[in-house]
């Protein structure tokens, strides 16, 4: 079972380009989130999706963008890359109800230079 | 946004031995989850234990129990019989019973368990 996918697991970009992070879940989730860590503050919450064609920002939205448009897919974009943006990136999926879990990609870590 | 806070930014047991990780939370809510995450240097988050906050009784699994105690709102993970593979980074996290799932995390406790 492949979970969620994240790609790519290593990036280094130049500031002021931009990419976008693929993330992918095969469980038929329909709630998928986005976090960055950094050391010291644990993980944040970048955006989030709720079902196809529905997002919503987190606690640290500024600079990213997100879609949508299927279940499996949400990806997170980088529209001009900034030093502050070097991170490890997460996304995750879950279902709504009880008993509820959280599964995580591998995780993408970010250098902008 | 919750609050979280681990207070341990590091700690250190020695194999076999047992280890608590202080955590401690802010919410109004009555109803929610909290969770403890193991990741280990391959980064992969891990889902160490869970715990419903309608839920008098401590959870646990394995070597992995928690302490839960909700008027005081602290949520501590002891390991029992601390094994070289728990060396790792261990996030308290809250996750409210109705909404999008989002996790609100602490900032982490690294743990090194010495040979």
């Known amino acids: 079972n492949a979970g969620v996918t994240q790609t790519p697991k290593f990036q280094v970009l130049k500031t002021g380009q931009s990419m976008t992070l693929q993330c992918a879940q095969d469980m038929n989730h329909e709630y998928m989130s986005w976090y960055r860590q950094d050391p010291g503050m644990g993980l944040r919450l970048i955006h989030y999706s709720v079902g196809a064609g529905i997002t919503d920002q987190g606690e640290v939205p500024n600079g990213y963008n997100v879609s949508r448009s299927t279940t499996e897919d949400f990806p997170l974009r980088l529209l001009s890359a900034a030093p502050s943006q070097t991170s490890v990136y997460f996304c995750?999926?879950?279902?709504?109800?009880?008993?509820?879990?959280?599964?995580f990609g591998q995780g993408t870590r970010l250098t902008v230079v | 946004a919750q609050t979280v806070t681990q207070s341990q930014p590091e700690m250190s047991v020695q194999e076999a031995e047992t280890v608590t990780l202080s955590c401690t939370y802010d919410t109004s809510e009555n109803n929610y989850y909290l969770f403890w995450y193991k990741q280990p240097p391959s980064r992969q988050m891990i889902l160490v234990i869970r715990?419903?906050?309608?839920?008098?009784q401590n959870a646990t699994e394995n070597r992995f129990s928690v302490n839960f105690q909700k008027a005081a709102k602290s949520f501590s993970l002891k390991i029992s019989d601390s094994q070289l593979g728990d060396t790792a980074m261990y996030f308290c996290a809250f996750m409210f019973q109705t909404g999008a799932n989002n996790l609100f995390f602490g900032t982490g406790t690294r743990l090194t368990v010495i040979p």
């Open positions: 995750a999926s879950s279902s709504p109800g009880l008993n509820t879990e959280a599964f």
């Open positions: 715990q419903e906050a309608y839920k008098q």
